[in-house]
């Protein structure tokens, strides 16, 4: 019989993700705490990821399967799966990432050990690069620390896959992804949710992110309206932080003169000094007058380097 009570949902948002996704799926289905539904959301696949599921289906009715008649975004699919979730709680897994056995056991314990003031409990991921390996994030956030210091400056990369979620917490305060940003969804529902509740460090790596593609992916995203977007949206919080608008600015001012617009990024790059003045920022607001050539060899340089004048202290990619 199928659990009409479960005490988690998890939610796997897809799309077109057939010969990644079977690994997602296992890896929740191995777990060592049985008590959850899985909620798949085919995000209007074209390839026979239907049929993947349907087979898995057979085996365990605790899975459930929705799918979208047209593409409609991540954020869309994580709503839908919100919407149709049965758990008191709410956790989140990318298709092409994968839980350790004991995640859902070890977030729950803790879960029951804590104080209702944390809505939120987020444990570290391990990330895996075309460039290796790294536990993520380091350290809780501070009491005092701003979520946007926190996330942008003190290297606090707060992954969906990460985030065991009250679902209380969201439905008294109408926290959904947001469905008009192209990107960043993750940085701002995490922000949202942070203006309403408490979060808990788990100080253990319970999740793989999969991110060998990562810089693939970002480079084809020649669109940071996004960016802009996620500034406009939390501007009082950023005005508070000016070395992290600076930062943002200036990586923002890297992606647009790596596409050679040159004279925006000549923009960013003087918001970036204007906030918090750097060698690096006022390098490459002068770099930007020198020309395509020079520009390609400092590419180039830190292709080879993966380090030095590009490297930040905001280590998530824009």
Known sequence: MKNNNPKISVIIPTYNRAQVLSRAIQSVLKQTFNDFELIIVDDGSSDNTDEIVKEYIKKDNRIKYIKHDVNKGGNKARNTGINNSLGDYITFLDSDDEYLPNNLE???????????????????????????KKIIPKKAIKKNESIIKYLFINQGELQTNTLFIN????????????????????????????????????????????????????????DYSASFQLIEKFKEKFKKEKN????????????????????????????????????????LYLSTFLGSSWTKLLFKINFYKKRGLFKLKMKTKL
Request: glycine content about 2%; aromatic content about 16%.
């Open 244 to 283: 992290v608008l600076a930062n943002f600015y200036y990586f923002l001012g890297i992606r647009h003169l790596e596409i050679e617009k040159r004279k925006k990024a000549r923009t960013l790059f003087i918001k970036s000094i204007k906030n918090k003045p750097s060698f690096k920022n006022i390098f």
């Open 167 to 222: 679902k209380k917490v969201l439905i008294k305060n109408n926290i959904y992804f947001d469905e008009n940003l192209k990107r960043h969804q993750d940085w701002d529902f995490t922000i949202r949710l942070k203006d309403v509740t408490n979060f808990y460090f788990l100080n253990k790596y319970l999740s793989i992110w999969n991110a060998e593609n990562e810089n693939d992916r970002v480079s084809k995203q020649k």
């Open 106 to 132: 070890e977030r729950y314990k803790i879960r029951q050990k804590i104080s209702n003031d944390y809505g939120v409990i987020y444990n570290q991921n391990l990330k895996k690069t075309n460039i290796g």
